[in-house]
Structures are given as structure tokens and as C-alpha cells.
């Protein structure tokens, strides 16, 4: 095994739905010094939305996942790791001196650390042992919402373990919503936890991002029992899903697209209906979106929980296809209905056809 020195760090950018991973990664990729970045982009769902939302700048090695890297028992992020390392070999792609894997919010980071660091996951090919010779996890940053954190907690051990397993917890809209306690109660749960606020003038990303290697010692209660759990497990051999692309647990992700310019007020209202929705169970919307003023330049769409933010333009389509594609991710999802509803506002624009509740209480 080479030495730390020689390998390349790698550096996992966690945290629950919607607390503000993709800002905080385009905040990195818009440094200079942070050119030489690889990204893997693990995307929820088979529309890929994430990846649309990251500003990845020229020339960066970029790779997408579907689906649910935490339940592949590491064999989509090191396949995705082996692929950046042999495009860097080959010179298909440039070089690169640092990856950050960003994980959908529902992931689990047990078995994502297993498969990367020494006594975790077996390599089962020599693409893994290559993998594990080439790349070492350096760092978990986990990003907080201190605005949904509390109920993400109380629904979701995934976020409890997000910031047991982290290096450094960014907390996000703190200018909207006072962190309040949450400090001590993020410590609370990770003593060794390093706290920022991305609303500090004086927060610089890059500084997440030192190299070193990965230590679970001293960090939140349960860390190591779970670690040793997963590995005991043998959940998922040879890399099997336990469920399809578009399901994590209960928590369901529906793909929506559409050919069609929609209208604003349309989208508007249909944003409106399904957030407000009793008992929905609600958790992300998000994706990008053309309007009929200016099909040319989409427009974002963020929802979290039933907070619809301002929808924002940008400049073109990041893969050229001008195509409206959202992602509904939650627990008591309507699917068919939902699909109705959308294909009704894509048809909205003739007249042909009106909303209706897309979402069933559980």
C-alpha cells in the first residue's frame, strides 16, 4: 500500500435534503485554486439534476452516479473513482489532485467510508484494489440546515449520522434563521466536529478541503459500532440495490420532464399545490425549468420541505437540451398522480387541461 503522501485525497460532501451541498460546492468550484478538483456527483433518481446544478467549469473531470451510492456497498464510487483514474492515466482526462464525492442528502456514510478507507469494504477486483491503492479519504463535510435540521433529525437517522461521521459541519441559512443552540447540539452528537457558518465573510471553503486521512476516532457516539456493523452486514453483495434507482428506504424520488416552455404562473401554482398539501411528506424539489418569457435561459427551481425559494435564471442549458426536468423526492408520493399533474402543466399552455392533487396522505 503506497504511503498518504502518494495517494490522492478524497473528500465526501454530505449532509440531509436540501441543506445546501450544490451551493456549497459551487462556491469551491468558482476558486482558482480549486481547479484541479475531480467531482463524482451522486444523483438520486435517473434525471440527472444534480449534475445540471453544479458549475463545473472547463476541462473538470466529472463523473454521475444513479441512484444510491451508500447502497452499493461501494462499488459505484469505486467504479466512478477508477474511471476518473483511468481517464487521468490516459490523458482522456486532465489532471486532477483532490476529488469530492457529493452524496444525495439520503445517504448513509457507513458504507461510503468502509469502501474507502483501510480494514472497511474488501476490494473484490483489481479495479478495486487500484481504487484503494490510488485514492484515500481524507475528509467529511457535512452541511447543516439550521432551519430543517431539527426535523431532519427526528425523521431521519441518516442526518444524525452525517454529522456523527464528520470532520467539519457547515451551517447554511443562518442569516435567514439564528443558529441558536445548534452548536452545542451538533457537538453534542460529534465532539471532534469543526464548525463553520457559510454566511461568515471570513468562511473560505478551500480551507475544508487539507489533505489528510480520515480518522472516525474521537468523533460522534456510534461511529466505529457502525462502521464494524456495516461491515458484518454483507448488505447488498456483489453491489445489488435492495430497491430500484428512483426508492431509498421509504422515501421515493419521481423524475418529471417536459418538451414544452411552461408558463410562470403555472409552474408557480403548481409548486404551490403540491407543497401545500397536508401530511405529504414532502421533502425536496428541484431541478431546471424553461418558462415560455425565455426558453433559452432555464430557470432553477428549489423547494425544501414547503419552502418554495425564488426561482433564478441562468445563462444556457448545461447540456444544451432545453428541457424542463424536476425531481420530486419524498415519502407519501402519489407517483402516477403526480406524473397526471405535470403532464397536464406541460399541456397548460394550450388550455388543454387543469392541475389537481398530486400527492395522497399516508
Not at 451541498?21 to 444523483?43: S, Y
Not at 491503492?133 to 435540521?149: M, N
Not at 418558462?291 to 444544451?320: A, C, F, K, M, T
Request: hydrophobic residues 45%; aromatic residues 4%.
Amino acid at each position: 500500500m503506497p504511503s498518504a503522501k502518494d495517494q490522492l485525497p478524497v473528500h465526501l460532501l454530505t449532509g440531509f435534503l436540501g441543506a445546501g451541498k450544490t451551493t456549497l460546492l459551487n462556491r469551491m468550484m468558482a476558486d482558482p485554486a480549486l481547479r484541479d478538483t475531480a467531482l463524482v456527483i451522486n444523483e438520486f433518481g435517473l434525471v440527472p439534476v444534480d449534475h445540471d446544478l453544479v458549475r463545473e467549469g472547463r476541462e473538470r473531470p466529472v463523473v454521475t452516479t444513479a441512484g444510491c451510492i451508500c447502497c452499493t456497498v461501494g462499488s459505484d464510487l469505486r467504479a466512478s473513482l477508477e474511471q476518473l483514474l483511468h481517464g487521468r492515466k490516459t490523458g482522456e482526462l486532465p489532471p486532477f489532485r483532490r476529488v469530492i464525492v457529493e452524496t444525495t442528502g439520503l445517504a448513509d456514510p457507513a458504507p461510503i467510508i468502509n469502501s474507502l478507507i483501510p480494514g472497511g469494504i474488501d476490494a473484490r477486483s483489481l479495479a478495486d484494489h487500484a481504487v484503494a491503492r490510488a485514492f484515500r479519504l481524507s475528509g467529511v463535510i457535512a452541511v447543516v440546515d439550521v432551519e430543517g435540521i431539527g426535523a431532519a433529525l427526528a425523521a431521519h437517522p441518516e442526518s444524525v449520522k452525517q454529522i456523527a461521521f464528520a470532520d467539519h459541519a457547515i451551517l447554511t441559512r443562518t442569516d435567514l434563521c439564528p443558529a441558536g443552540d445548534w452548536p452545542e447540539r451538533l457537538r453534542a452528537l460529534n465532539p471532534a466536529i469543526e464548525l463553520h457558518d457559510a454566511a461568515d465573510p471570513g468562511f473560505d471553503p478551500a480551507r475544508l478541503l487539507t489533505p489528510g486521512s480520515y480518522a472516525a476516532f474521537g468523533k460522534g457516539e456510534g461511529v466505529t459500532r457502525w462502521l464494524a456493523a456495516d461491515r458484518r452486514s454483507g448488505a447488498h453483495p456483489d453491489g445489488a440495490h435492495f430497491h430500484g434507482l428512483n426508492r431509498h428506504g421509504s422515501v421515493l424520488a419521481v423524475p418529471l420532464t417536459c418538451e414544452s416552455p411552461l408558463r410562470p404562473a403555472e409552474l408557480q401554482r403548481f409548486l404551490s399545490r403540491v407543497t401545500a398539501a397536508p401530511d405529504a411528506g414532502l421533502l425536496r424539489i428541484k431541478g431546471l425549468v424553461a418558462l415560455q418569457d425565455d426558453p433559452s435561459r432555464p430557470v432553477v427551481v428549489h423547494v425544501v420541505g414547503h419552502r418554495i425559494y425564488p426561482v433564478r435564471r441562468i445563462e444556457h442549458w448545461p447540456d444544451g437540451v432545453a428541457e424542463s426536468r424536476l425531481v420530486v423526492i419524498g415519502t407519501a408520493l402519489d407517483e402516477d398522480a403526480l406524473r397526471r399533474d405535470f403532464a397536464a402543466l406541460c399541456g397548460i399552455a394550450s388550455g388543454s387541461a387543469s392541475l389537481h392533487l398530486a400527492l395522497r396522505r399516508p
